[in-house]
């Protein structure tokens, strides 16, 4: 199996942890001021409003994705903050449409009704896949296949894109499975269960992700020391 | 490879196909309660000819009985409980649904010479269906009643609609299309509303209303049945505890109190109600949530109300005769449904149906009759009744008959019925009813020695002539109620371990075939993580009645994960990425095509409501539709023709195979004629509409049973001969195929090629995905995890096509008229041939038989026969345990969900279909095993 070497410029290695810790609590804090948002500012939550819900979801979250990861983007040299936030807008749309052919795959309703709330929930679940990869490695295929593919991440910005990227994807893998249950709950219409999976799966992948780079860069300072 | 090597192979495969017929026949016999419909009818002329009741006290004006009713209102209200309509007194604490039928309390408690209210008692599986068919019959209806008809539910067994219609009575029905099923061509006028939207309170009821209350005062009826559904219907959306509910009580109340005027309006002498019976009754009860069909005695408790308008016998009956205790009847007396059928025949004078087991109900008789009962009277003083001695001398013939023909139906169902009663319970019941007899010849004399009316010694005689008689007819009863409608919890243990031991035994062949050649453990890698989860998902999933409603949509789901995963396994080799997304795309065809299946089953299921709104696109009769649903079908399958013809090329082939594939290919050129004349878009003259119906199908049907000839001739042959073994498998392999796939194309319909085109192309390219993993692998490291995994997707695929081509695992799944494709008249087997082949052909025979193609590899097999055959019974031997485990959890949760509530109408038919399955895959793989497993050395 071939190994990619990690042939990062220095600045990158050069990450505070603070630095990330604030990264992680950006992305964590995102997503609950959109709660809190929707909840006390527009009245109105996933499963009265989904469509507006997930809509302003992803208009908050995005956002603070894209700005956080650009940050982090591989080659600073040749990319500028503003290249990298472009490349993340444009890494939105592209993983959307995959994240959204996917669902239907899966077994996602399709009709008219169902089209304004599946591509609000792809946006929002592409904001949180694709579109940090998209920011920091542009496309490199090699780093995207070593991510998501391999499931190796080498550093900590690595483990901060793979990590919560994956608890997204699972989560709301298992976020579809009460929806066939005839409980006729409101909730289990698509895609409140599975847009609940993909939020807590995130969350829970950040938290470990946090984790782990704790782990780490103590590691490092040992190392150091 | 000799011939040891594959005895070696091939034994375990029939060990367990033998086991799991063991422990399918163990569990079905527990589990699955059958019972034989017999084709008999009772007539006018039995009675008089055979009964050994003639020449007793009465002769009997009537056909068997003298009739006391001349009409009968029957009023069914569906899942009527028995508090809707007994008061609340009966019961702990009053709720809101309860006094909501007043008319009826109040005439039951102020009237009760006239109008009473029964508990009535309903013998599961309680859902319409099978209750009508019990009211109607006088029969318990088991799950699967095996019969002459062949899907269609109409009733075959006599039964007191059939009775009235030959006795020249006059039937209307009105309400709930369930009867229109069952009685199709008996009723003289029939207002049938159609029943399957449970969501629609009011279409059923108002139409029923509609009729009934004109009706009510013609004369051109002789017996009126009105079945109401809302109740049923609120329950089943609402629950019973709801304000729907509660309107809808109230509405039959104002309904109930019209109808009651109107009779009673009629009922003066000489008017047109003179004699006429009301019966108000349901058929099942619900639970609070309103589901039915299990034998709780929430669902198996309804009531009934009867109320006779005869004024010359009610007012005979003392009217201060209403006593402190009149409550507390009302709550207690009981009647069982299984009895409802003869007392109506009895009260009517018809013929008592062949196959009624119930008893004359003696309540229910006495009110009609306006005397007392046994029960209430006492037999103190001897005046005055002699209108009870009349009675009882009446009841007690009624009995006679009863007695008589229920013995003869026991004799003749022991006698025509593969699984009769067992000749000890026969003893006993003969015994019992010569007992009862012989005391009859006793009685008749006393009472004919005695006819100065000395009713001391006359009224016991008779009682004790009805209660021998009862005893035996209650011994019945219980012994078919323990025959046909109690699980035998033992038998389906014994079914469940046997499934067991077959599961252990499956375990270590596998093993065994692994241990032939070591090599080196097999790691557990990530693929066969996911196939062991994806199996325990799916089993697990049997456990709820909602996954087993979309279990093609769940089946879908595993799968579409299973493509998603192989294209990260692609991407990360990066190689075969286009076959992983071509994989992935035939998912999602297949996921619509799943949803039109689904849709299809809504429309039929009580249980669910599903229509995908992507589907209202397709109903338009736009032109480019039409063409699309006619020429997609042919250049699948002229695509299908060109690629069995592409895989003989380059390879040397003798004789047969050669005439082999030449027919095929002339089978798909049939099927192509056949397709284009049935789309008519030619616009050929009528003509040649018998060549589509028959002469085309038939010789397809022909050749396919040719070249399984040819082939099996073929194998004989060339015993013999020496051939490089990975050749010669791929040469049977496509053999068989191009031998089985027209007849199931043809059977499937005009989609069938398109399914049989997406089989290909996802074999292939499984196949290829497969060689991408072997490649980095190692050839022989990775040989169960691969093989798991692959035969793993396999399944899945081949679970999600059985739903695709409009399959589900209820009987109106089947698809009838797949049956009759070539063939006009009914001849049992060959019909059910072709009904299984069309049902199981894409899910179950092609794959299994195709599964050589996806684990075999030319490149590393050629010259190594023993590995590809061990690989070969090894990817067969997982395929099985796949099947076997998934049906061992269906086991499981059908024995836990014995007592759901679906249990009838979703969990058996899973069972029956499951089980058909692995046995239809047990024999495919046997067979398989033994026809590929040999080189021909």
């Known amino acids: 199996m071939e190994k990619a070497p990690p042939n990062y410029p220095s600045a990158v290695n050069l990450i505070s942890i603070s630095d990330l810790c604030l990264s992680h609590s950006l992305c964590v804090s995102g997503l609950a001021a959109a709660f809190w948002a929707a909840r006390s500012i527009y009245y109105i939550d996933l499963i009265s409003d989904p469509f507006r819900t997930l809509r302003h979801f992803f208009v908050i979250q995005a956002p603070i994705v894209i700005l956080v990861?650009?940050?982090?983007?591989?080659?600073?040299?040749?990319?500028?903050?503003?290249?990298?936030?472009?490349?993340?807008?444009?890494?939105?749309?592209?993983?959307?449409l995959v994240n959204a052919l996917?669902?239907?795959?899966?077994?996602?309703?399709?009709?008219?009704?169902?089209?304004?709330?599946?591509?609000?929930?792809?946006?929002?679940?592409?904001?949180?896949?694709f579109v940090p990869a998209a920011c920091v490695f542009g496309a490199s295929w090699k780093d995207w296949r070593r991510l998501f593919a391999h499931t190796k991440p080498v550093d900590l910005v690595d483990y901060m894109i793979c990590v919560p990227a994956h608890g997204a994807i699972v989560g709301s893998w298992f976020g579809a499975w009460p929806m066939p249950l005839d409980w006729e709950r409101p909730w289990q219409e698509w895609p409140i269960c599975v847009s609940y999976g993909t939020m807590v799966g995130y969350v829970a992948g950040m938290l470990l992700s946090f984790g782990l780079t704790v782990v780490k860069s103590e590691k490092q300072h040992l190392k150091k020391d | 490879m000799d011939k040891s090597d594959k005895w070696r192979l091939i034994w375990p495969v029939m060990v367990i196909m033998v086991l799991h017929f063991v422990a399918i026949f163990l569990f079905t016999r527990g589990f699955l309660l059958t019972r034989t419909e017999l084709p008999f009818y009772s007539t006018c002329s039995d009675s008089a000819s055979q009964s050994p009741c003639e020449g007793g006290f009465n002769s009997t004006t009537g056909c068997w009985t003298k009739p006391l009713v001349q009409r009968v209102v029957i009023i069914v209200i569906d899942a009527l409980r028995f508090d809707f309509v007994a008061p609340s007194t009966c019961f702990q604490e009053k709720k809101p649904w309860m006094d909501r039928l007043k008319v009826l309390q109040d005439l039951a408690?102020?009237?009760?010479?006239?109008?009473?209210?029964?508990?009535?008692?309903?013998?599961?599986?309680?859902?319409?269906?099978?209750?009508?068919?019990?009211?109607?019959?006088?029969?318990?209806?088991?799950?699967?009643?095996?019969?002459?008809?062949?899907?269609?539910?109409?009733i075959v067994e006599d039964n007191f609609v059939h009775q009235l219609v030959q006795n020249g009575r006059k039937v209307v029905m009105m309400g709930d299309d369930t009867w229109m099923q069952l009685f199709p061509h008996?009723?003289?006028?029939?207002?049938?509303?159609?029943?399957?939207?449970?969501?629609?309170?009011?279409?059923?009821?108002?139409?029923c209303i509609d009729h009934l209350i004109p009706l009510l005062h013609h004369d051109d009826w002789d017996v009126?049945?009105?079945?109401?559904?809302?109740?049923?219907?609120?329950?089943?959306?609402?629950?019973?505890?709801?304000?729907?509910?509660?309107?809808?009580?109230?509405?039959?109340?104002?309904?109930?109190?019209r109808v009651i005027g109107i009779l009673e309006d009629h009922s003066g002498p000489g008017g047109l109600h003179e004699n006429t019976l009301l019966l108000v009754l349901?058929?099942?009860?619900?639970?609070?949530?309103?589901?039915?069909?299990?034998?709780?005695?929430?669902?198996?408790?309804?009531?009934?109300?009867?109320?006779?308008?005869?004024?010359?016998?009610?007012?005979?009956?003392?009217?201060?005769?209403?006593?402190?205790?009149?409550?507390?009847?009302?709550?207690?007396?009981?009647?069982?449904?299984?009895?409802?059928?003869?007392?109506?025949?009895?009260?009517?004078?018809?013929?008592?149906?062949?196959?009624?087991?119930?008893?004359?109900?003696?309540?229910?008789?006495?009110?009609?009759?306006?005397?007392?009962?046994?029960?209430?009277?006492?037999?103190?003083?001897?005046?005055?009744?002699?209108?009870?001695?009349?009675?009882?001398?009446?009841?007690?013939?009624?009995?006679?008959?009863?007695?008589?023909?229920?013995?003869?139906?026991?004799?003749v169902y022991s006698a025509a019925s593969v699984d009769g009663f067992s000749s000890e319970d026969m003893i006993h019941i003969t015994d019992e009813y010569a007992q009862a007899q012989q005391n009859w010849s006793q009685t008749v004399k006393i009472l004919q020695s005695h006819d100065n009316k000395n009713c001391h010694t006359s009224l016991p005689a008779l009682k004790g002539q009805i209660d021998a008689y009862s005893r035996f007819l209650d011994g019945v009863a219980e012994l078919a109620r323990s025959k046909w409608t109690e699980f035998n919890v033992k038998m389906m243990g014994a079914g469940l371990g046997a499934m067991f031991i077959s599961l252990v035994f499956h375990f270590l062949s596998i093993k065994r075939v692994m241990d032939f050649s070591p090599c080196g453990a097999s790691k557990i890698s990530l693929g066969s993580v996911f196939a062991f989860s994806t199996v325990l998902i799916r089993g697990c999933s049997f456990l709820s009645n909602s996954y087993i409603l979309e279990e093609g949509k769940v089946a879908n789901y595993l799968l579409a994960t299973s493509c998603i995963l192989q294209l990260r396994y692609s991407f990360k080799k990066n190689m075969m990425l286009s076959e992983a997304v071509i994989l992935l795309l035939l998912t999602l065809a297949l996921r619509f095509s799943i949803e039109i299946g689904l849709s299809k089953q809504a429309a039929t299921s009580l249980f669910m409501n599903y229509y995908p709104s992507w589907l209202s696109w397709f109903t338009g009769d736009h032109p480019f539709w039409t063409l699309l649903s006619v020429y997609m079908p042919i250049l699948a399958l002229l695509l299908v023709a060109y690629l069995i013809h592409k895989s003989s090329f380059g390879f040397t082939w003798w004789g047969i195979s050669n005439y082999v594939i030449k027919l095929t290919i002339l089978s798909y050129m049939l099927i192509v004629v056949h397709t284009i004349l049935e789309s008519n878009v030619l616009g050929l003259p009528p003509a040649s509409e018998y060549y589509r119906r028959v002469v085309i199908p038939q010789t397809i049907y022909a050749l396919g049973l040719g070249k399984l000839l040819l082939l099996a001739i073929d194998a004989f042959r060339r015993e013999g001969k020496v051939l490089d073994c990975y050749m010669s498998l791929y040469r049977k392999t496509v053999m068989v195929l191009c031998a089985w796939s027209p007849t199931i194309i043809l059977l499937s319909g005009s989609k069938g090629s398109l399914f049989a085109l997406a089989l290909i192309i996802s074999g292939k390219c499984m196949m290829r995905l497969k060689i991408a993993v072997e490649d980095?692998?190692?050839?022989?490291?990775?040989?169960?995890?691969?093989?798991?995994?692959?035969?793993?997707?396999?399944?899945?695929?081949?679970?999600?096509l059985f739903f695709a081509t409009g399959h589900w695992c209820a009987f109106d799944g089947l698809r009838y008229g797949a049956a009759f494709i070539g063939f006009d008249e009914f001849i049992f087997a060959r019909q059910a041939a072709l009904q299984a082949i069309e049902t199981f052909g894409f899910s179950h025979i092609l794959p299994i038989l195709g599964l050589p193609f996806l684990v075999a590899d030319g490149n590393s097999d050629q010259g190594r026969p023993f590995l590809?055959?061990?690989?070969?019974?090894?990817?067969?031997?997982?395929?099985?345990?796949?099947s076997a485990v998934t049906v061992t959890f269906t086991l499981m949760c059908v024995s836990i969900h014995r007592r759901h509530l679906m249990v009838w109408g979703l969990f058996a038919p899973k069972y029956v279909f499951d089980v058909v399955g692995l046995i239809v895959t047990d024999t495919l793989i046997c067979m398989a095993s033994i026809y590929y497993v040999t080189c021909g050395r």
């Open chain 1, 69 to 96: 990861f650009s940050r982090f983007r591989r080659d600073p040299e040749q990319c500028s903050y503003l290249k990298a936030m472009i490349r993340g807008v444009l890494g939105t749309f592209a993983g959307a």
């Open chain 1, 102 to 129: 996917v669902a239907i795959a899966l077994g996602a309703p399709v009709g008219l009704n169902y089209l304004p709330k599946t591509v609000y929930w792809s946006l929002l679940i592409s904001s949180l896949t």
């Open chain 2, 109 to 154: 408690l102020t009237q009760p010479s006239r109008a009473r209210i029964f508990k009535f008692i309903a013998d599961p599986p309680t859902t319409t269906l099978q209750r009508l068919k019990g009211l109607t019959t006088g029969g318990l209806p088991t799950f699967i009643d095996v019969g002459h008809s062949f899907g269609a539910p109409a």
């Open chain 2, 186 to 207: 008996h009723f003289e006028k029939s207002y049938p509303f159609p029943s399957f939207n449970v969501k629609d309170l009011h279409t059923v009821d108002n139409g």
């Open chain 2, 224 to 257: 009126l049945i009105a079945h109401f559904l809302g109740v049923d219907h609120a329950g089943h959306i609402y629950g019973v505890d709801s304000g729907p509910m509660v309107e809808k009580l109230d509405q039959y109340n104002g309904v109930l109190e």
């Open chain 2, 282 to 411: 349901g058929d099942h009860g619900q639970t609070l949530n309103g589901d039915h069909g299990g034998g709780t005695a929430e669902e198996a408790e309804t009531s009934l109300f009867a109320m006779t308008f005869d004024k010359v016998h009610s007012a005979r009956t003392d009217p201060s005769s209403s006593d402190l205790h009149l409550d507390k009847m009302v709550c207690q007396s009981s009647i069982q449904q299984l009895n409802f059928a003869v007392t109506v025949s009895a009260l009517l004078g018809i013929p008592f149906p062949f196959g009624s087991i119930g008893t004359a109900e003696p309540e229910l008789y006495a009110l009609v009759a306006g005397v007392e009962g046994l029960n209430r009277s006492s037999f103190k003083n001897c005046e005055n009744e002699s209108d009870l001695e009349e009675w009882m001398k009446n009841y007690a013939t009624v009995l006679c008959k009863n007695s008589w023909q229920v013995k003869k139906y026991v004799d």
């Open chain 2, 776 to 800: 980095s692998k190692g050839t022989s490291d990775g040989l169960l995890s691969s093989c798991l995994s692959q035969v793993t997707q396999w399944n899945l695929l081949a679970v999600c």
């Open chain 2, 868 to 882: 590809l055959f061990k690989k070969i019974s090894l990817a067969y031997l997982i395929l099985g345990m796949i």
